[in-house]
């Protein structure tokens, strides 16, 4: 039955004529989309426009008419919300789950954080801990989650600073901002973060699971159903299992 809805889409995309693809995409999902991207545009000609941020922003933008194609979200919340008020062709797909991870400056012994007691003194010593803002970034969230879970909300809350993306409280660690951050496992696992910083996985039992939805736009292009297509395919898979996802 989604083969045929998907054709039927297909069909009517190509219909409404030529015209950018434009697909936003959650902030923890930049390295590990890059490769897909690439691994898709070696399967096709693309003129595909890429945007990252946090998946509330996006959400409120599409709301607002934003002429996106394309939702890949961070979690689940925000695309059936946009299905709910008839913005998306349907209720969409979990192409992922995520993981939340602690990173610190390669100086620090992030291993030993498995010890509450050594993470209750490195907040306790910390200036700054990085999170994304929870009430746009679904790894924000888990970060407040977490905390709170194992009892340290109280000691770090007044030294949280707050990213609009994850990415941006990414950076913040990487760029001295900050000498705490939690952040997606992804983004940890990144070359370019993973040079510069060390990571401990959380257990995932201190937050909600983290389900990344997918939805297509009504009137989607072709070429945003054939990458929503792509999205689930083993190649796609296989560059997420890379970067710390699980996949369906």
Known sequence: ?????????????????????????????????????????ATEKSQMRVVYGSSGNFAAQIM???????????????????????KTEDAGIVYASGKLAIITKKSTETKSFDSKEVLTKAIQRANKIAIAKPELAPYGKAAVEYLKAEGLWELAKDKLIYGDNIGIATMYVITGGADIGLTALSLAKSP??????SYRLVDSKFYEPLKQRMVLMKGATPEAIDLYLFMQGNQAKLILQKYGYTTP
């Open 1 to 41: 039955m989604r083969k045929v809805i998907l054709t039927l889409l297909f069909v009517f995309a190509q219909s409404v004529g030529a015209q950018q693809t434009t697909v936003a995409v959650a902030a923890n999902m930049k390295d590990a989309f890059a490769e897909i991207d690439a691994a898709f545009r």
């Open 64 to 86: 607002n008419g934003a002429p996106f194609n394309l939702f890949i979200s961070a979690d689940e919340r925000f695309p059936l919300e946009l299905y709910k008020q008839g």
């Open 192 to 197: 370019e973060v993973a040079k510069q910083t």
